[in-house]
């Protein structure tokens, strides 16, 4: 059986140029960031993907298409969020249950930078549903393809329990290339 | 049967305001914008909608849930773009075919000011996708709830045919208000 999940990593694997845009909905403040992202899909066997699956006690190996995702931004015209990350890497592990869901370990978590463990499942029009509790946060993300080679990333930030929201984003990313540099 | 474009618009119905992001892919330029939008259900025999069926030849009275959309931009920090709409209206008239698939004709369009016809279809989330022919686009609407109170929209403009991508955009909305003024 195909997972869903396989085809659209490797769709999204290659260098890619994003524009994204945050709301912070309390303040209605905009902030917009340019930035590089380049996603690899890495061996098997490659000694991240193992010590990320020893530093949390995963003997489960029916993990497929573990990948490798490196940011940079280019510009930021807001300078009043210094907190701003303007790089990082992460491994993500994906974890199929079925053909369009599953688990996702990632090294590094969006909302808060510890390592998170996401559910994830697809639309039934391929679009890519990312659930990830954090310790305060909970953050829903969605990936959709416009075309080949552009695609669509929204994300929202609610507090524990759902109560409410603290941000909402949106990216536009374009493919530069389908090459990488080495991860 | 209960059509889900009735639980949408119901849900939809009220004062909102809206933050915007636009991103403009080949330029890789931003634009953001604030805007208080005002939707409210009309009677079935509005002069308004009467006005719009007959102006389309269209005898067809298998509609549902017309509705009123007003929207004013509160700020706009981006002044290169003059051709902004800084105001607006709109009728919208839903003909649903299935529970999750219909029509939806407008007296202005989204993409360009003209009257439209567009065909919508609900995801298996209850994501709200809009698609509109324009004469020289193809747009892409897709609205979802994050919580009862707060929805988030986005928009892909294509050239025609979907060779290329103009503009992204997307919309944060907060529930001001279910109360509305006159439309």
Chains 1, 2 share one sequence.
Do not use: C
């Amino acid at each position: 059986m195909l997972m869903e999940i396989e085809q659209f990593i490797a769709q999204s694997e290659g260098e890619w140029r994003s524009m994204r845009s945050g709301h912070s909905l309390a303040f209605q403040q905009f902030e917009q960031i340019i930035s590089h992202l380049a996603i690899k899909i890495l061996d098997r066997n490659d000694s991240r993907i193992i010590d990320l699956l020893k530093s949390n006690n995963i003997s489960d190996g029916n993990y497929i298409s573990p990948f490798h995702m490196k940011w940079e931004s280019e510009t930021d015209w807001d300078h009043n969020h210094s907190s701003q990350i303007s790089s990082g890497s992460t491994i993500l592990i994906p974890f199929p249950k079925t053909k369009v869901n599953g688990l996702l370990l990632r090294s590094q978590g969006y909302a808060e930078p510890i390592e998170s463990l996401s559910t994830y499942h697809f639309l039934n029009d391929g679009t890519f549903i990312l659930n990830t509790p954090y310790q305060k946060t909970i953050a829903e993300e969605r990936i959709w393809f416009l075309s080949e080679k552009v695609r669509s990333r929204s994300s929202v930030i609610y507090t524990d329990k759902r109560l409410g929201i603290i941000q909402t984003s949106f990216t536009s990313e374009i493919k530069l290339s389908n090459r990488h540099e080495n991860a």
